[in-house]
Protein backbone atom coordinates (compact mmCIF):
# COMPACT_ATOMS: atom_id res chain seq x y z
CA UNK A 1 0.00 0.00 0.00
CA UNK A 2 1.27 3.22 -1.04
CA UNK A 3 2.35 6.35 1.51
CA UNK A 4 1.24 9.16 -0.02
CA UNK A 5 0.75 10.69 -3.48
CA UNK A 6 2.72 13.85 -4.93
CA UNK A 7 0.76 15.38 -7.66
CA UNK A 8 2.79 18.26 -10.08
CA UNK A 9 0.65 21.26 -10.37
CA UNK A 10 2.40 22.82 -12.71
CA UNK A 11 4.98 25.82 -12.06
CA UNK A 12 7.55 23.99 -10.19
CA UNK A 13 5.16 23.34 -7.53
CA UNK A 14 3.78 19.74 -6.15
CA UNK A 15 0.81 18.70 -3.56
CA UNK A 16 1.55 16.13 -1.39
CA UNK A 17 -0.96 13.88 0.04
CA UNK A 18 -0.24 11.43 3.12
CA UNK A 19 -2.81 8.80 1.89
CA UNK A 20 -4.32 7.37 5.31
CA UNK A 21 -5.07 10.61 6.74
CA UNK A 22 -5.99 12.96 3.63
CA UNK A 23 -3.27 15.49 4.86
CA UNK A 24 -1.66 17.58 2.33
CA UNK A 25 1.05 19.94 2.11
CA UNK A 26 2.78 21.97 -0.81
CA UNK A 27 6.14 21.97 -2.21
CA UNK A 28 7.94 25.15 -4.62
CA UNK A 29 11.28 24.80 -5.79
CA UNK A 30 13.46 27.18 -4.47
CA UNK A 31 14.15 30.65 -5.52
CA UNK A 32 17.87 29.56 -6.18
CA UNK A 33 16.68 26.84 -8.50
CA UNK A 34 14.20 28.83 -10.48
CA UNK A 35 11.64 28.46 -8.37
CA UNK A 36 8.97 30.72 -6.64
CA UNK A 37 10.13 29.53 -3.01
CA UNK A 38 6.20 30.18 -1.47
CA UNK A 39 6.36 26.94 0.53
CA UNK A 40 8.98 23.91 1.83
CA UNK A 41 11.27 22.75 -0.85
CA UNK A 42 11.62 18.91 -1.52
CA UNK A 43 15.31 19.48 0.10
CA UNK A 44 13.48 21.63 2.78
CA UNK A 45 11.28 17.93 3.82
CA UNK A 46 14.09 15.96 3.99
CA UNK A 47 16.11 18.27 6.48
CA UNK A 48 12.66 19.23 8.31
CA UNK A 49 11.89 15.39 8.37
CA UNK A 50 15.31 14.73 10.44
CA UNK A 51 14.08 17.55 13.05
CA UNK A 52 10.70 15.98 12.98
CA UNK A 53 12.07 12.39 13.35
CA UNK A 54 14.49 13.28 15.98
CA UNK A 55 11.36 14.66 18.43
CA UNK A 56 9.01 12.33 17.60
CA UNK A 57 11.63 9.53 18.77
CA UNK A 58 12.16 11.42 21.72
CA UNK A 59 8.79 11.98 22.65
CA UNK A 60 7.93 8.12 22.18
CA UNK A 61 11.02 7.60 24.59
CA UNK A 62 10.50 10.35 26.86
CA UNK A 63 6.87 8.73 27.09
CA UNK A 64 8.81 5.42 28.72
CA UNK A 65 10.08 7.58 30.87
CA UNK A 66 7.88 9.63 32.07
CA UNK A 67 9.52 13.12 30.69
CA UNK A 68 7.56 15.96 29.44
CA UNK A 69 9.31 17.27 26.09
CA UNK A 70 5.93 18.89 25.34
CA UNK A 71 6.92 22.17 23.82
CA UNK A 72 10.51 21.51 22.85
CA UNK A 73 11.30 22.76 19.17
CA UNK A 74 14.06 22.71 16.64
CA UNK A 75 15.47 25.02 14.42
CA UNK A 76 16.60 23.76 11.05
CA UNK A 77 19.53 24.77 8.85
CA UNK A 78 20.16 22.97 5.51
CA UNK A 79 23.09 23.92 3.04
CA UNK A 80 23.17 22.62 -0.55
CA UNK A 81 26.16 21.78 -2.61
CA UNK A 82 26.68 22.06 -6.15
CA UNK A 83 28.50 19.26 -8.81
CA UNK A 84 25.95 17.00 -8.29
CA UNK A 85 22.91 19.64 -6.59
CA UNK A 86 22.75 17.74 -2.93
CA UNK A 87 21.79 18.50 0.42
CA UNK A 88 25.50 19.12 2.17
CA UNK A 89 24.83 19.83 5.92
CA UNK A 90 21.58 20.04 8.22
CA UNK A 91 21.89 21.78 11.68
CA UNK A 92 19.72 21.36 14.03
CA UNK A 93 19.59 23.11 17.17
CA UNK A 94 17.14 21.83 19.60
CA UNK A 95 15.57 23.26 22.66
CA UNK A 96 14.48 21.23 25.21
CA UNK A 97 13.04 21.50 28.94
CA UNK A 98 15.93 22.39 31.59
CA UNK A 99 14.00 20.31 33.89
CA UNK A 100 15.48 17.20 32.64
CA UNK A 101 17.91 15.55 35.01
CA UNK A 102 21.00 14.67 33.40
CA UNK A 103 21.22 11.09 32.57
CA UNK A 104 17.55 10.68 30.92
CA UNK A 105 19.45 13.84 29.11
CA UNK A 106 22.02 11.51 27.46
CA UNK A 107 19.27 8.78 26.60
CA UNK A 108 17.20 10.85 24.96
CA UNK A 109 19.99 12.36 22.79
CA UNK A 110 21.15 8.82 21.99
CA UNK A 111 17.41 7.95 20.82
CA UNK A 112 17.73 11.35 18.71
CA UNK A 113 20.68 10.66 17.64
CA UNK A 114 19.90 7.02 16.23
CA UNK A 115 16.86 7.60 14.77
CA UNK A 116 15.52 6.34 11.51
CA UNK A 117 15.94 9.24 9.43
CA UNK A 118 19.22 9.84 10.78
CA UNK A 119 20.34 6.41 9.84
CA UNK A 120 18.66 6.87 5.99
CA UNK A 121 20.81 10.12 5.06
CA UNK A 122 23.52 9.63 3.21
CA UNK A 123 26.79 9.69 5.20
CA UNK A 124 27.87 12.06 2.95
CA UNK A 125 25.36 14.96 4.83
CA UNK A 126 26.98 16.36 7.67
CA UNK A 127 24.73 16.55 10.78
CA UNK A 128 25.51 19.10 13.33
CA UNK A 129 23.05 18.54 15.67
CA UNK A 130 22.85 20.86 19.14
CA UNK A 131 20.89 20.03 21.82
CA UNK A 132 19.89 23.04 24.61
CA UNK A 133 18.82 21.69 27.83
CA UNK A 134 17.74 25.12 28.85
CA UNK A 135 14.25 25.94 28.03
CA UNK A 136 11.73 26.69 29.93
CA UNK A 137 8.83 25.62 28.26
Not at 43 to 48: E, L, Q
Not at 61 to 68: L, S
Not at 96 to 117: D, F, H, M, S
Not at 125 to 137: D, R, T, Y
Request: proline share 4%.
Amino acid sequence: MSTAKVTYLGNLRTECEHLKSGNTFITDAPTDNNGKGEAFSPTDTVATGLANCMLTVMGIKANTMEVVLDGSTAMVTKTMASNPRRISKIEIVLQLPANVIEKNRKILENTANTCPVHHSLHPDIEKAIQFNWEASL
